[in-house]
């Protein structure tokens, strides 16, 4: 049963508010090009990229504190998952006061950071004004999530995430039935994202995860956790830096900033869903990682990986390869034909997305480990080398410049897990972690490279709507494409599918 497997159900309650978020953003994205122009919306992506790079300030504490809350539990130290939740209810107030400091520093004093005009820059002062007004409901609601995942709870997290889907598809529906404004239409958004603190505080203290809100400051035993998290914010300061600075950097060396950033966003939906989709792995594996290592179970270790590299593989190359059989068509059906010239980039992303993603198995045991040095030093060079690439070749390709960027970003770290971590580190083989991941790739890309000369077009469709009929198109070679994967898979038992019904 579903509900019965901690996997299989977090994944699927995951999976479902993420197509939730997905549905609202393959509609709300068109609507809002359409109301509020490329430059407006160019812009509202400008203030979110800000406010993106401003997660550094957590410091790691989002992946430390749910490794150790999950090793405390083991432990049975419950009063001190108690003093630390507390500690870091103190902790995310001062971060949030910084955060609010930074963005109105932005707000107020660096308009000649942006290439936009006066009055853009003054619409984007309002939407950072936005962002910080609710900061701190945003960073506080960061303790109770770490308590909720730690307990294994993300189902609960998932479906506080899809309704706040459902809240964000009212805000869209509030633009064109109240005629709101850019303004009032971010203050909403961001009204319901920060909503969360309310369900999350209510679960973690029924379910006896905290014993007060009160904030306090318990030294002894919180430096533990942010030692350790230190280690993994000089990881995440690389990490996010590599992926937020990709939009900065378009908004302020492209020759038409608010719309080259708004090119960035439009193609960035698809991939972004299925991080988004595949990135809900590493909130589940960590938990389950951190158990085994706290128990040193070197074999469950390896089960772990060989199994669930396999199968991330699966199931990111199944939200992958459709986008990549039918790139031009997606776009055409998402934004209009006349956003088609994109979809190389998409395709590119897309390919990126399936190399980086299958190390995620690989990724929560080094993370549960706790070595990270060399991991931080190679993506600090990946991360700079990334940068000055985007920068140098923003001017000749404009938006591909950050995608080409990023891919050789991801090349270099998941080169790093291969020449160094599953060997040395968790002492795993790496052939049969690349046969894990290079199998399930080769039969997709040999079944996607068979689909690509069955002629399905749009003029097969002549009598829909043209977007329609790009959707069509889009839906039957997926189907096509999905049928004989699928099939592959069963008959050559690269997947037991049998297992998603056991216990």
Known sequence: MIKDNYYISSFFWSTTAKILNAIVGFISVPLLLGYYGKTGYGLLSIATACNGYMHLLDLGM??????????????????????????????????????????????????????????????????????????VFSWVTTVFNQLLVADKQMVFTMKVQGLQAVLKMVAVGLVFVANLTLTEYFFWVTAFVAMAFLPYAYKCKKNKLIDSFKPSWYWNDFKVVFIFSLSIFALSLFQVTATQSRPILLSIFASNGASAVADFRIIEVIPQLIIMIGGTFSGIFLPKTSEMVAKNDNKAMRDFAYKWTTYTTVIVAIMCFPFILCASEALSA????????????????????????????????????????????????????????????????????????????VLIIVGLYYVSFYKKLLHLSRFKLFKSFFVPTLIAFMVFVIVRFIPVTVEMFGSMNERVAYIAVCAVKSLIWFVPYISLLYLLKIVDFRQFKAK
């Open 334 to 409: 998402y934004v209009g034909k006349e956003y088609a010239h994109l979809a190389k980039w998409l395709i590119l992303w897309c390919v990126t997305v399936l190399v980086q993603m299958h190390t995620t198995p690989g990724n929560a045991l080094v993370l549960a480990k706790g070595e990270t040095k060399l991991l931080v030093k190679v993506t600090s060079i990946a991360c700079v080398a990334s940068m000055f690439i985007n920068v140098f070749l923003c001017g000749y390709i404009e938006v591909g410049s950050a995608i080409v960027a990023y891919f050789l970003y």
């Open 62 to 135: 989002n992946v430390g504190a749910v490794k150790f809350y999950s090793q405390w539990k083991v432990e049975g130290c419950c009063d001190k998952i108690f003093r630390v939740a507390r500690t870091n209810i103190t902790f995310y107030l001062v971060i949030a006061l910084i955060n609010i400091l930074l963005l109105l520093s932005i707000a107020f004093w660096c308009e000649d950071l942006f290439a936009v005009t006066h009055e853009q820059f003054l619409q984007l002062r309002k939407c950072l004004c936005v962002i910080a007004l609710f900061c």
